[in-house]
Nanobody, 128 residues
Framework: QVQLVESGGGLVQAGGSLRLSCAASGRTFSSYVGGWFRQAVGKEREFLAA????????YYGDSVKGRFIISRDNAKNTVYLQLNSLKASDTAVYYC?????????????????????WGQGTQVTVSS
């Protein structure tokens, strides 16, 4: 079992930045693929980014490519999502997720169904 806890959400003006953190506990997190999703009110959960177990490979959803950056620090059992050039349309609850995986072809893990473990979510609100 892996427990995930997100932090770093909040209120930010359009054009600003935030860094979200996802702290993992319970198992050796370096064995897990890390992912970030978001869900806005009335919308389906949207894939944002994934990172391989060692950080060697990353993959992004089209809506955030070039603006968001996923990274991880396995020594701290933490995955990060840097949010840049934020827009009002980025307002949502942001979730981190994890699954076991050793592949570097992490583009295959872009559905919520691919992940076994989820955090509780952190709210990001972007004011225009």
């Amino acid at each position: 079992q892996v427990q995930l806890v997100e932090s770093g959400g909040g209120l930010v003006q359009a054009g600003g930045s935030l860094r979200l953190s996802c702290a993992a506990s319970g198992r050796t997190f370096s064995s897990y693929v890390g992912g970030w999703f978001r869900q806005a009110v009335g919308k389906e959960r949207e894939f944002l980014a994934a990172i391989s177990w060692n950080g060697g490979s990353t993959y992004y959803g089209d809506s955030v490519k070039g603006r968001f950056i996923i990274s991880r620090d396995n020594a701290k059992n933490t995955v990060y999502l840097q949010l840049n050039s934020l827009k009002a349309s980025d307002t949502a609850v942001y979730y981190c997720a994890a699954r076991l995986g050793s592949t570097q072809y992490i583009g295959i893990y872009k559905s919520a169904r691919d992940y076994n473990y989820w955090g509780q979510g952190t709210q990001v609100t972007v004011s225009s």
